[in-house]
């Protein structure tokens, strides 16, 4: 068994968080299409996937975020849960359970971060971030 949560640290101004590589693609490691909007996303569009405790419901759905590392900040649309409380089904890409401080972001967060693929934090590195409210209507 692996470990679950259902809480994720306060929400406050620049909370901390690990950053963490997600494909939202359909067919990529994301697994089914993204909780908040029931549709898959392109490597190349800036959205991520928050824990459980952050994501409270979809209380953050559509909202943009500002995360911050090596020197750059980005914005990013929640449009999926990161789940913390089930893994290690087809619907999870059979991946375990995520921890309580995770941000899972596409390909093309990374890259405005600045963090290319051949780097050594490319997949897994320490951010803040912080809710920049709702994003733009789409459509």
């Given at each position: 068994h692996y470990p679950t949560y259902n809480c994720s640290p306060p929400l406050t101004s620049l909370v901390p968080a690990v950053l963490t590589l997600n494909s939202f693609q359909k067919g990529g490691h994301g697994g089914s299409p993204s909780a908040c909007d029931g549709q898959y996303h392109q490597d190349s569009s800036r959205v991520v996937a928050i824990s459980t405790g952050w994501y409270a419901g979809g209380r953050l759905c559509g909202h943009l975020i500002t995360l911050s590392a090596n020197g750059k900040s980005v914005n990013a649309t929640v449009v999926d849960e990161c789940d913390s409380m089930h893994g290690c089904?087809?619907?999870?890409?059979?991946?375990?359970?995520?921890?309580?401080?995770?941000?899972?972001?596409?390909?093309?967060?990374?890259?405005a971060l600045g963090i290319s693929s051949t780097s050594s934090s490319y997949g897994m590195m320490a951010v803040t971030w912080e809710d920049a409210g709702p994003g733009p209507p789409s459509g």
């Open positions: 089904a087809a619907e999870w890409d059979y991946q375990p359970p995520c921890k309580s401080d995770v941000v899972d972001a596409s390909h093309a967060v990374w890259e």
